[in-house]
């Protein structure tokens, strides 16, 4: 199985009333989610308008224009951090395929990745699922990433049925049937640089209760004490 990751997006203001509608619905969704602290960002990562925005970054980085987006990731404090976890490496990373083994039985997930961002890739250092798809190393470009969204923004991005999602409704993890659900918590080092994402989706629509939301942070906690020797 192809874990997914975030990737960007920018819109219009002048979205329809539907679109509007859908935003307002989400939003109202992500309420008792947002009243856990560290995790207030989440209402900005699902704004439909911040996620256009980083889509539209992403493709111009892909074509090899300057971007927010191509500033963000090619950032080389980020990049240096992001080396220097090691999980660049080829595995066997045991201690990160653990966490990534019992994100799926905390969560009730069918899988669960946990994805690098580079400038130019997702490296998926651990990888589990339901179906004992445990794999080796895997790479796939940005432009297929869900994680790319989440490691952009610095916030959790989280998907109850991408589907419906205005934005991401058109995206390969979508429209190839991987993804109906999806969650990501960044991994971000002690100076501030989101390096990767530990994620967990299903192909079916999945709403992510506070406190899913609250265990996915706190796996993400400890990988990043391990990864960051803190």
């Known amino acids: 199985m192809t874990p997914p990751s975030p990737a960007d997006a920018a819109s219009s203001e002048d979205a329809s009333d539907g679109g509007t509608s859908q935003r307002e619905e989400r939003i109202l969704d992500s309420t008792e989610r947002a009243s856990l602290g560290p995790l207030t960002a989440i209402n900005e990562a699902l704004m439909d308008a911040s996620l256009g925005a980083i889509l539209e970054g992403l493709r111009a980085a892909v074509a090899g224009e300057q971007s927010h987006v191509w500033s963000a990731l090619n950032d080389s404090a980020r990049l240096r951090a992001v080396y220097d976890t090691g999980l660049l490496e080829p595995g066997p990373h045991p201690?990160?395929?653990?966490?990534?083994?019992?994100?799926?039985?905390?969560?009730?997930?069918?899988?669960?990745?946990?994805?690098?961002?580079?400038?130019?890739?997702?490296?998926?250092?651990?990888?589990?699922?339901?179906?004992?798809?445990?794999?080796?190393?895997?790479?796939?470009?940005?432009?297929?990433?869900?994680?790319?969204?989440?490691?952009?923004?610095?916030?959790?991005l989280i998907i109850d049925d991408i589907a419906d999602d205005p934005v991401l409704r058109d995206h390969?993890?979508?429209?190839?049937?991987?993804?109906?659900?999806?969650?990501?918590?960044?991994?971000?080092?002690?100076?501030?640089?989101?390096?990767?994402?530990?994620?967990?989706?299903?192909?079916?629509?999945?709403?992510?209760?506070?406190?899913?939301?609250?265990?996915?942070?706190?796996?993400?906690?400890v990988v990043q004490k391990i990864i960051f020797n803190r």
Not at 182 to 205: E, F, K, M, N, R
């Open 95 to 156: 201690e990160i395929d653990q966490i990534v083994g019992l994100t799926i039985d905390a969560v009730g997930i069918p899988n669960a990745a946990l994805n690098m961002i580079t400038d130019v890739e997702q490296v998926t250092a651990g990888i589990a699922s339901r179906s004992d798809d445990i794999g080796e190393q895997r790479t796939h470009p940005l432009p297929e990433s869900l994680c790319v969204y989440t490691v952009v923004s610095g916030s959790p």
């Open 172 to 221: 390969s993890a979508a429209t190839s049937g991987i993804v109906g659900a999806y969650i990501g918590i960044p991994l971000i080092d002690d100076a501030g640089h989101p390096v990767g994402t530990l994620c967990a989706w299903d192909s079916q629509p999945h709403h992510w209760s506070s406190g899913e939301v609250q265990i996915m942070a706190d796996l993400a906690d």
